[in-house]
């Protein structure tokens, strides 16, 4: 299993909108792609985020590296496009894989 990790700072004014927009718009457009069985959204709390944001983690697990590769070919540009239209400056975004081995 593959995990792909988006870990995102937000802006403290912008958390709730954009946590809402998560849960009801784009998580759910990221997992119809097929490519992802499910996802975990938690709250950061250690390191602490920069001053005036709030930090959440996101691990979406694939069961194949090639559905990962599918992802990022086919879907991820315009689902990361739609989100920097809405959200803009207002947070900073990495993405890790981590290989689940046991």
């Known amino acids: 299993m593959i995990l ?4 995102v700072e937000v802006e403290v004014r912008a958390a709730a909108e954009w946590l809402a ?3 009801a ?3 759910p457009e990221v997992l119809a792609t097929g490519c992802f069985t499910t996802c975990r ?3 950061q709390t250690e390191p602490a985020p920069p ?3 709030v930090t959440f983690v996101l691990d ?3 069961e194949s590296p090639e559905a990962l590769t599918r992802y990022r070919a086919q879907f991820a540009p315009a ?3 739609a989100h920097t239209a809405r ?3 207002r947070t900073r975004a990495s993405r890790t894989l981590r290989t689940v081995l046991d």
């Open 87 to 89: 959200f803009g400056t």
């Open 21 to 23: 927009w998560m849960r």
């Open 41 to 43: 959204i938690a709250g």
């Open 4 to 7: 792909y990790t988006v870990t």
């Open 51 to 53: 001053q005036g944001y």
């Open 79 to 81: 689902l990361q496009q």
């Open 25 to 27: 718009t784009h998580v």
């Open 60 to 62: 979406y697990s694939s």
